[in-house]
């Protein structure tokens, strides 16, 4: 004779049931919300050069805001960031003049730059017969000839900023302050190639260069002035128009322009 099932294992077999109905429910609920998630590689956004509905322009790519600069790009002193002014007759002009004060922190720094970028054409004197023109490459630009010495010490700042003959620009290479800096040192090598025992403050002791040429184990003759090499030669003359290599102006002046002539009138 079977037994029937009690009370209490019927309600447990409707637990049971509850529970498995319940957990069901929220396996397919999680199924559907995964299934409906979105991605944030779905997200609505912009795509570069593509169009927009959410602007009047239908543009994606905004324009910048009038009158607005980035950070670290404000340029508000003209003459510090291109070492020109503009004249009275609205032609750039280049001053003698330093855009801050020039102590001996700048000439060390000028003197450090100039020994890694201009030593192997100038030469760490600055005759323009650096290393590489001793093998074979144009000659140099001399900073101690008499062109060199009545050129505006913001003149350098320009030849380095755009480049001069065939030197290229060394803008990517020396910031605006290094390029002043490194003026402001051509400036005093000048001074220190031509000074006189006249220039030299009382109490200081002057020795001859070949003297001290001969302490370092050098010959005398090498505080010689330095000659060009037979190697440094001029691949093409220059043509006049066009200026010497490695001594253009640095920005030409106007070219010419020629008006034809005006045709008689057709009678």
Request: aromatic share 8%.
């Amino acid at each position: 004779m079977k037994k029937r099932p009690s009370a209490f294992s019927s309600q447990l077999s409707a637990s049971r049931a509850t529970r498995s109905a319940v957990l069901l429910a929220g396996a397919a609920a999680l199924t559907l919300i995964a299934g409906c998630r979105q991605d944030m590689q779905h997200q609505p956004r912009m795509f570069p050069q593509r169009g927009s509905e959410l602007f009047a322009d239908h543009r994606g790519a905004r324009p910048q805001v009038l009158n607005t600069v980035a950070r670290g790009q404000l340029s508000d002193d003209s003459y510090f960031y291109t070492g020109v002014v503009q004249g009275a007759n609205g032609y750039k002009e280049e001053q003698n003049l330093m855009p801050f004060p020039v102590t001996m922190e700048v000439l060390q720094r000028g003197q450090e730059r100039f020994n890694i970028y201009c030593t192997p054409c100038h030469s760490r004197v600055g005759n323009g017969l650096g290393e590489i023109v001793d093998r074979g490459f144009k000659p140099a630009g001399n900073l101690h000839d008499q062109v060199r010495l009545s050129q505006p010490i913001s003149h350098y700042f320009y030849v380095m900023t755009h480049g001069y003959g065939a030197m290229p620009d060394y803008s990517a290479q020396l910031t605006p302050e290094d390029r002043w800096a490194v003026a402001a040192y051509i400036r005093a090598l000048q001074l220190s190639q031509a000074a006189t025992a006249q220039d030299v403050p009382a109490g200081v002791q002057v020795r001859d260069l070949k003297e001290i040429a001969s302490e370092k184990g050098l010959p005398e003759s090498y505080a010689e002035p330095w000659t060009l090499p037979a190697t440094a030669v001029q691949a093409n003359p220059p043509v006049a128009g066009e200026g010497t290599p490695a001594m253009a102006p640095g920005y030409p002046a106007d070219p010419k322009i020629s008006i034809p002539a005006t045709k008689p009138a057709q009678k």
